[in-house]
């Protein structure tokens, strides 16, 4: 086989890239090892940035979104007790953000790229990429029949996420440096049949940790609570958990409506960014080049981000034979990633207990969220970066 730009990983980096360079007349093959039941049924959270939601409208993949998903104009901050709104909407000229889960959004892609007749290989074996250093980098790997393939490319992008392969392509001691927090809490998170338990998302810092009060659809809403890395599913049995859930929120102006729990897991958190995000004629993006901590409602918005940019500047090197955005790719997309790994570190450090806090930080910590919340600068800083900056 032969194409244009050649992508591993068919997430929301691979697929929107895919599906925006189609719209720009050039080809692309995506490989996945994932089977596609796999992508589609793995459930993800989704906050999407008006950028983010914009893009999918002006594209054509909007049409479910605006029927399922939910917008989104403001966000609760709770603490001491009572809820502080974050007028987004207000503060930042009309932007907003919508729930959409992030398997929602790679059904509508996948659905769009097999609807356009868009090679997408799911189930694949054995994936190597090899000579991203000459003019014609080539992807190998055993389709979903056991099929050797070989791919012939003139680019090669990584999109396969944290567990990558293709960042190790770019050489650790010569070349890429890697930038790394681990923290020393987690998230438990559940899905649970049952009304919402808010009309908006509830940010909760509490005493005991840190919560999360979050939907998904009028019958299945997603919640999480701080936990130990170390804690095990099986030592939340579901009356611990709505115990724990109405102890760190429940109160004046909030109630936590209970339901069947069925998905618990634990999410561990770090922040990491690899630079540089290219490498010959390899390009990375997504989650394959950096992760943020969950608090800022960053991952999904940040990879599509990334394939904005990545995108015009392969479109500016099949339309113009100019190379000049492709070199600019990795400083041009870590504006951004920097900008969003600072805003996701200060909201997961204004909200989570700390292990080693002391009571001088407890009551720094609250003097901060009454700062952003009593102070129009405060909440705009906030509003701003949570419904996200233009697409660059």
Request: include cysteine; aromatic fraction near 8%; charge should be negative.
């Amino acid at each position: 086989m032969r194409t244009q730009v050649g992508i591993v990983g068919a997430g929301p980096a691979g697929l929107m890239l895919s599906h925006l360079l189609h719209l720009s007349g050039i080809e692309s093959v995506v490989v996945d090892i994932r089977t596609r039941q796999d992508i589609e049924e793995t459930i993800k959270a989704g906050v999407l940035e008006q950028g983010t939601r914009d893009l999918m409208t002006e594209t054509g993949l909007g049409a479910r979104m605006a029927r399922e998903g939910s917008v989104h104009r403001g966000i609760q901050l709770r603490f001491n007790g009572r809820n502080h709104r974050i007028d987004l909407y207000g503060l930042t000229g009309g932007r907003a953000v919508t729930v959409y889960a992030q398997h929602e959004v790679l059904k509508d892609l996948i659905a769009a790229r097999l609807g356009a007749d868009g090679q997408v290989h799911f189930g694949a074996d054995d994936v190597r990429v090899d000579d991203v250093l000459s003019d014609d980098p080539v992807i190998t790997f055993a389709d979903a029949e056991g099929r050797p393939q070989r791919l012939d490319c003139d680019f090669v992008v990584g999109c396969d996420g944290s567990r990558t392969y293709t960042r190790s392509l770019v050489p650790a001691a010569s070349v890429r440096r890697d930038y790394f927090r681990q923290y020393p809490f987690a998230w438990f998170g559940i899905l649970a049949e049952a009304p919402p338990s808010s009309e908006e998302l509830i940010y909760a810092r509490h005493e005991r940790g840190f919560a999360l009060i979050s939907t998904r659809s009028p019958s299945v809403q997603r919640l999480y609570f701080q936990c130990d890395p170390a804690d095990a599913v099986e030592a939340w049995p579901d009356d611990r958990i709505w115990a724990e859930l109405d102890a760190r929120v429940s109160g004046e102006d909030a109630r936590i409506t209970p339901g069947r729990i069925f998905q618990k897991s634990v999410l561990q958190f770090r922040s990491f960014v690899c630079e540089p995000m290219q490498y010959g004629r390899l390009f990375l993006a997504g989650d394959a080049a950096h992760t943020v901590p969950p608090t800022g409602a960053k991952g999904m918005n940040l990879a599509i981000a990334d394939v904005h940019v990545l995108s015009r500047a392969l479109v500016g090197y099949y339309d113009r034979k100019s190379t000049e955005l492709l070199e600019a790719y990795t400083s041009t997309v870590l504006r951004r990633v920097w900008r969003a790994q600072h805003f996701s570190y200060w909201m997961t450090s204004m909200l989570h207990r700390f292990p080693e806090a002391s009571e001088f930080d407890l009551r720094r910590q609250l003097a901060e969220l009454e700062a952003v919340t009593s102070t129009k600068s405060g909440a705009t800083f906030l509003a701003g970066n949570y419904v996200g900056s233009p697409l660059d």
